[in-house]
């Protein structure tokens, strides 16, 4: 047995959902308000049967490790010891020992697909003239295109073969490509949603390559501007940032780093000599990234375009950095300037520097500009938000610091604000609530289930139930015209030649990865159970129905090439198959 099925075992993941959030009983499931994102009707839903969640809002889902994993914002092994110790379970040495070898071994081969395919698109980039002059035309010159082995992924037919033959010659099988999520497996083929992307490696803060961020340059591309690398517990958005491995000793030098929001700002302002800088993966600041930049410089300075500075997104970051105890400087770019462009111009970055405002006034500035224009509606709102975020402070003199600050932009007496505050920091509901309050931001909708059909779905989810009511025929052929993901799935689940009568879903769930859990807990929790025969085979039905012609067409192949022994099986199958039909009127 290994460490997640331990826990699992031992710990039920109702008893630790309602440690976050109140589920009321709804048929066979439990509903309430998801703690991911929030909502006022209830989408999160547990199968306390099948020991999984999934929330129709932001489509997050898994068992009760990845549950606590993300909520807890920690990996799969962290949140089983976590479980573990709040449970008082205690764990076998044995059973720990081989989770953390198993653990070590699997990022492993992550990081080695990840540098091995960042290898061949930085080779790949060098021989393509089209990808060259795209970044020398942005401004980049070969010495930052090697420090950051940029690299690109050819769309042409024989580049995938040529990857994975790379990949290959260096002990790395397709299987890890499929699983770093650099490869994909379509109905029939491989493709990558890298094709044709210059391609903008990502390392921690130890140099392991992670993840990618694809970038379409072509000019009739339509396709969205970036791809990231999907997220696994080797590559979590919200805790890295480009190029810090790259930065890091000159961070060090300086005591300071610039935190900027791509990886094209982060390598133009590299370009030109700021090398004490890293980027955001396209996601907001997150907690882990203050604490991260802060075990390496004092001093950070955060970019904001000049069309980008939203309120909400101050406001949010300057809560994130009092949590953290940060303080900041914000620079601000002239209006409709981003790094890039600004240093392009001939732009002077440290000079803007020394003009730069801590965050606590800049926020304060930055909702204090239309201030007065406000109706007075809006201006308590305002206030108040603000007196909020002050509330969570823990340091007193700072808090009157800043109240006083806010008096001048407000123009409200400072005791009026301080008693507004003392009234806030008694109300230990709101502030509860605002500590809690989480960005949904990095919940991206997976969208491989999107061309999936509700009849597809039924059966997946009445062969996952070891329904009876299906003949093992039956079976067969589903398995065979399912499209994918769900085929790959249940040929997973349904090795062939083994008659797992009495399979137990918690085994099969485990024998999944986690994209393919989220799959299952997805589908399952939104299709639900098929229970009477009659209209299950009603549904069997339609399904070959839909798949006969190529079930014909494919029989005529499969016999040609199979011995005498298959050849009477696969006729007997087809032929009951075929009579079943006719017998309907199917076909
Ligand atoms: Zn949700």
């Given at each position: 047995?290994?460490?997640?099925?331990?826990?699992?075992?031992?710990?039920?993941?109702?008893?630790?959902?309602?440690?976050?959030?109140?589920?009321?009983?709804?048929?066979?499931?439990w509903?309430?308000?998801c703690?991911?994102?929030?909502?006022?009707?209830?989408?999160?839903?547990?199968?306390?049967?099948?020991?999984?969640?999934?929330?129709?809002?932001?489509?997050?889902?898994?068992?009760?490790?990845?549950?606590?994993?993300?909520?807890?914002?920690?990996?799969?092994?962290?949140?089983?010891?976590?479980?573990?110790?709040?449970?008082?379970?205690?764990?076998?040495?044995?059973?720990?020992?081989?989770a953390?070898?198993?653990?070590?071994?699997?990022?492993?081969?992550?990081?080695?697909?990840c540098?091995?395919s960042?290898?061949?698109?930085?080779?790949s980039l060098?021989?393509?003239?089209i990808?060259?002059?795209?970044?020398?035309?942005r401004?980049?010159?070969?010495?930052?295109?090697?420090?950051?082995?940029?690299?690109?992924?050819?769309?042409?037919?024989?580049?995938?073969?040529?990857?994975?033959?790379?990949?290959?010659?260096?002990?790395?099988l397709?299987?890890?490509?499929?699983?770093?999520?650099?490869?994909?497996?379509?109905?029939?083929?491989?493709?990558?949603?890298?094709?044709?992307?210059?391609?903008?490696?990502?390392?921690?803060?130890?140099?392991?390559?992670?993840?990618?961020?694809?970038?379409?340059?072509?000019?009739?591309?339509?396709?969205?501007?970036?791809?990231?690398?999907?997220?696994?517990p080797?590559?979590?958005?919200?805790?890295?940032?480009?190029?810090?491995?790259?930065?890091?000793?000159?961070?060090?030098?300086?005591?300071?780093?610039?935190?900027?929001?791509?990886y094209?700002?982060?390598?133009?302002?590299?370009?030109?000599?700021?090398?004490?800088?890293?980027?955001?993966?396209?996601?907001?600041?997150?907690?882990?990234?203050?604490?991260?930049?802060?075990?390496y410089?004092?001093?950070?300075?955060?970019?904001?375009?000049?069309?980008?500075?939203?309120?909400?997104?101050?406001?949010?970051?300057?809560?994130?950095?009092?949590?953290s105890?940060?303080?900041?400087?914000?620079?601000?770019?002239?209006?409709?300037?981003?790094?890039?462009s600004?240093?392009e111009?001939g732009?002077?970055?440290?000079?803007?520097?020394?003009?730069s405002?801590?965050?606590?006034?800049?926020?304060?500035?930055?909702?204090?500009?239309?201030?007065?224009?406000?109706?007075?509606?809006k201006?308590?709102?305002?206030?108040?938000?603000?007196?909020?975020?002050?509330?969570?402070?823990?340091?007193?003199?700072?808090?009157?610091?800043?109240l006083?600050n806010?008096?001048?932009?407000?123009?409200?007496?400072?005791?009026?604000?301080?008693?507004?505050?003392?009234?806030i920091?008694?109300?230990?509901k709101?502030?509860?609530?605002?500590?809690?309050?989480?960005?949904?931001?990095?919940?991206?909708?997976?969208?491989?289930?999107?061309?999936?059909?509700?009849?597809?779905?039924?059966?997946?989810c009445?062969i996952?139930?070891?329904?009876?009511?299906?003949?093992?025929?039956?079976?067969e052929?589903?398995?065979?015209?399912?499209?994918?993901?769900?085929?790959?799935?249940?040929?997973?689940?349904n090795?062939?030649?083994?008659?797992?009568?009495?399979?137990n879903?918690?085994?099969?769930?485990?024998?999944?990865?986690n994209?393919?859990?989220?799959?299952?807990?997805?589908?399952?929790?939104?299709?639900?159970?098929?229970?009477?025969?009659?209209?299950?085979?009603?549904?069997?039905?339609?399904?070959?129905?839909?798949?006969?012609?190529?079930?014909?067409?494919?029989?005529?192949?499969?016999?040609?090439?199979?011995?005498?022994?298959?050849?009477?099986?696969?006729?007997?199958?087809?032929?009951?198959?075929?009579?079943?039909?006719?017998?309907?009127?199917?076909?």
């Amino acid at each position: 047995m290994n460490l997640f099925d331990f826990i699992k075992t031992r710990i039920p993941i109702l008893n630790v959902i309602q440690d976050y959030t109140s589920l009321k009983k709804a048929g066979k499931y439990w509903k309430g308000r998801c703690p991911f994102h929030s909502e006022k009707t209830a989408s999160f839903t547990v199968s306390p049967e099948r020991e999984i969640f999934y929330c129709f809002g932001c489509h997050l889902s898994g068992d009760v490790i990845s549950f606590v994993a993300k909520i807890e914002n920690c990996n799969q092994l962290e949140a089983a010891k976590l479980l573990a110790e709040k449970h008082k379970i205690d764990i076998p040495e044995d059973i720990m020992g081989q989770a953390h070898s198993q653990n070590h071994e699997e990022k492993q081969k992550h990081f080695d697909a990840c540098r091995h395919s960042a290898d061949w698109f930085h080779e790949s980039l060098k021989s393509s003239k089209i990808a060259l002059s795209y970044l020398k035309k942005r401004g980049l010159d070969e010495g930052t295109i090697n420090r950051y082995k940029i690299g690109y992924f050819p769309g042409d037919l024989g580049a995938i073969k040529k990857l994975i033959k790379h990949a290959q010659s260096n002990s790395i099988l397709t299987k890890n490509l499929i699983e770093a999520n650099i490869l994909f497996e379509g109905k029939s083929i491989l493709y990558s949603p890298f094709e044709e992307r210059i391609i903008f490696p990502i390392t921690d803060h130890l140099g392991r390559f992670c993840g990618f961020g694809g970038r379409i340059f072509k000019p009739n591309d339509e396709r969205a501007k970036y791809y990231n690398s999907k997220e696994n517990p080797s590559f979590t958005k919200g805790s890295l940032l480009f190029g810090l491995d790259l930065a890091k000793k000159e961070i060090q030098n300086k005591n300071a780093l610039f935190l900027v929001e791509g990886y094209t700002d982060c390598v133009a302002m590299a370009q030109h000599g700021i090398q004490n800088v890293v980027a955001t993966l396209g996601t907001s600041c997150t907690r882990d990234h203050l604490k991260l930049v802060s075990r390496y410089a004092e001093q950070l300075f955060i970019i904001y375009d000049g069309d980008n500075a939203g309120e909400a997104a101050v406001l949010r970051l300057t809560k994130l950095c009092w949590e953290s105890n940060i303080d900041p400087k914000v620079i601000m770019l002239p209006r409709g300037e981003d790094p890039a462009s600004f240093l392009e111009k001939g732009g002077d970055l440290l000079k803007l520097c020394s003009k730069s405002q801590d965050i606590f006034m800049f926020f304060l500035n930055t909702i204090g500009k239309g201030f007065t224009g406000l109706t007075l509606n809006k201006k308590l709102q305002t206030i108040r938000e603000f007196i909020q975020v002050i509330g969570q402070l823990d340091d007193d003199l700072k808090k009157d610091i800043l109240l006083q600050n806010a008096s001048k932009v407000f123009e409200v007496p400072f005791d009026t604000l301080k008693k507004e505050l003392d009234q806030i920091l008694e109300s230990p509901k709101q502030a509860l609530h605002q500590a809690q309050e989480k960005s949904t931001s990095d919940h991206q909708e997976d969208d491989s289930l999107k061309k999936i059909t509700n009849l597809e779905k039924q059966l997946f989810c009445a062969i996952l139930d070891d329904n009876d009511l299906i003949q093992e025929t039956d079976k067969e052929y589903i398995i065979a015209y399912m499209a994918q993901p769900l085929k790959g799935i249940l040929e997973k689940l349904n090795p062939k030649g083994l008659n797992e009568n009495n399979h137990n879903f918690k085994d099969l769930f485990n024998k999944l990865n986690n994209i393919e859990q989220k799959i299952v807990a997805q589908v399952l929790l939104e299709t639900g159970r098929i229970e009477e025969a009659e209209g299950l085979n009603e549904l069997i039905l339609q399904f070959h129905k839909s798949n006969w012609k190529t079930i014909v067409n494919d029989i005529k192949i499969l016999l040609s090439k199979a011995n005498q022994d298959d050849t009477q099986y696969i006729l007997q199958n087809f032929l009951k198959l075929k009579k079943k039909l006719l017998d309907k009127g199917l076909i």
